[in-house]
Each structure stands twice: as structure tokens, then as C-alpha cells.
């Protein structure tokens, strides 16, 4: 896909798994990129690799986002891509018994707040953040002034056992895209959402191998995991389109998720 190399980008959670696909897909196009990230090191050596900024950033914290944005602008100028990739998740039962001893335990609710917080609402905190400061831009010759660009998940359709703060998130996210893109179409601002599958990531890297195979085969086709590569390559794609807005996309190799 062809991207304006003077474009400045935003990439939250840019330094590892997905956000670092997108990030050095974006720099590999002339893209002058801003890595969002609580990870300095990774952070700062990806930056110096592909002649980006890094912004140490909790999307938890106003003033440290806001901070953030103001130095990449400093940097780059206003960004006019932001690709919402920061994100934690979490496996609890909503109630369970305990093995062994039967006693009963709940879901703690400050685990829940906190994957609501980091997934949903520090999302849409970059969002309004990134949203406000391409209002001011110069649109251009098609009126356009900004992409905005979200991770969601599948489980925001069909979250698993244990799921049910990581699937609320990601499931706000999907619900929240369409109502921002209407708040801003007469501004030229698009936003669409990515719901991924099961991605070769840092996270599931360190699983056994056998459990690695068993998540493969269970995606209907290819019959493997996605690679970051390809979510980056959707980004590329929803930058470039200029057709697609309000949208949320399923790139899952056709899997519908089991309940375990």
C-alpha cells in the first residue's frame, strides 16, 4: 500500500507483538512514526531502528498522554494516523469454586476496572486526544484529515471462559467506533476497528508447542496463527482506503472461538 511519507503516525503499545508490526510496516513507507509504550528499552531501540520517537506512555494517565502527544508533535508534527494497539487482558471466572477446599471466589472488581481502563478507556482517551489536535490540521485535497485505527479483539463477539472483562473491553471498543465516526464525518476523520484472532505474538510465544499446534488447527483456514505481518498489512489497507470508515473487521482466519 503507498503511504505519504510525510505522514506522522501514533502506535500505542508500538514497541512488541502487534504494535511493533505496525510500527516498522509504517516506517518501511517513509511513515515518521511515534511508539507509545510503557516498555522504554524495547521502546527506544525500536525508535532508533526505524527513525521514529518513543513517548513512554500509560494510556491509564491524562497528563502523561497528553505529554506524549505534545512531544511527538514536537517531533513530527500532528500525527494524522493513530493506531490504538496498547492493550492488557486477564482470565478470571465472573464466580468459581476453588478445587479442593470448595470455598467460593469472584471475579476481584479491581481486575475488572483495571482491563476496562488500559483496553477500552485508554483507547478512547488517544482517541479524543488525537481526534482534537486533527480537527486543527489542514484537510486534504479530499478533505480528509485523520485515520484513526483500533485493536479490538473476537472475543468482543465470542469471548471464553473466564473472559468476561478482556471481551467488555474489546466489545466496547467495537461499539464505540461507529458513534465516534459519525461525532467526526463532517471533519474528514475516519476510524474503523481490527477484531484479531489467534496472532503469533510475544504472548503466546512462550506456550508450549503442543498448545501452539492445538490453537493452529482450530482455525478453520489457513490452519495457523496470524501473523503480525498481516494485522499490520489490514492497518496499511484501512490508512490507504479512503471508502472504508465506521467499520469492525474480523481478521480471524474464519474462527469462532469455543467456550474454552
Excluded: W
Excluded at 470448595?102 to 483496553?119: D, H, R, Y
Excluded at 473491553?169 to 467495537?174: N, P
Excluded at 504472548?203 to 496463527?225: E, I, N, T, Y
Amino acid at each position: 500500500m503507498e503511504i505519504d511519507p510525510t505522514l506522522a503516525a501514533v502506535v500505542t503499545g508500538g514497541a512488541s507483538g502487534l504494535g511493533e508490526a505496525v510500527t516498522r510496516h509504517l516506517a518501511a513507507r517513509g511513515a515518521r512514526v511515534a511508539i507509545f509504550d510503557l516498555d522504554a528499552a524495547r521502546g527506544e531501540a525500536l525508535a532508533a531502528e526505524v527513525g521514529g520517537v518513543f513517548c513512554k506512555t500509560d494510556v491509564c494517565n491524562e497528563d502523561g498522554v497528553v505529554q506524549s502527544f505534545e512531544k511527538a508533535r514536537a517531533v513530527h508534527g500532528q500525527e494524522r494516523v493513530l493506531v490504538n494497539c496498547a492493550g492488557i487482558g486477564n482470565a478470571i471466572k465472573t464466580a468459581s469454586r476453588i478445587r479442593d477446599t470448595g470455598a467460593i471466589s469472584q471475579f476481584p472488581l479491581s481486575e475488572f476496572e483495571k482491563v476496562v481502563q488500559v483496553n477500552l478507556i485508554g483507547t478512547f482517551r488517544c482517541i479524543a486526544r488525537s481526534a482534537a489536535g486533527m480537527l486543527a490540521a489542514k484537510p486534504s485535497n479530499e478533505g480528509e484529515r485523520g485515520v484513526i485505527i483500533n485493536t479490538a479483539s473476537v472475543a468482543a463477539e465470542d469471548g471464553q471462559t473466564g473472559q468476561a472483562a478482556y471481551a467488555a473491553s474489546k466489545a466496547g471498543i467495537v461499539g464505540m467506533t461507529l458513534p465516534i465516526a459519525r461525532d467526526l464525518m463532517n471533519e474528514g476523520i475516519r476510524i474503523n476497528t481490527i477484531l484479531p484472532g489467534l496472532f503469533a505474538t510475544p504472548l503466546l510465544a512462550a506456550a508450549p508447542q503442543s498448545v501452539l499446534d492445538s490453537l493452529a488447527a482450530s482455525v478453520p483456514f489457513p490452519k495457523r496463527l496470524g501473523a503480525p505481518d498481516e494485522f499490520a498489512e489490514m492497518v496499511l489497507f484501512m490508512i490507504s482506503n479512503r471508502y472504508i470508515n465506521g467499520e469492525d473487521v474480523r481478521l480471524d482466519g474464519a474462527i469462532r472461538m469455543a467456550p474454552r
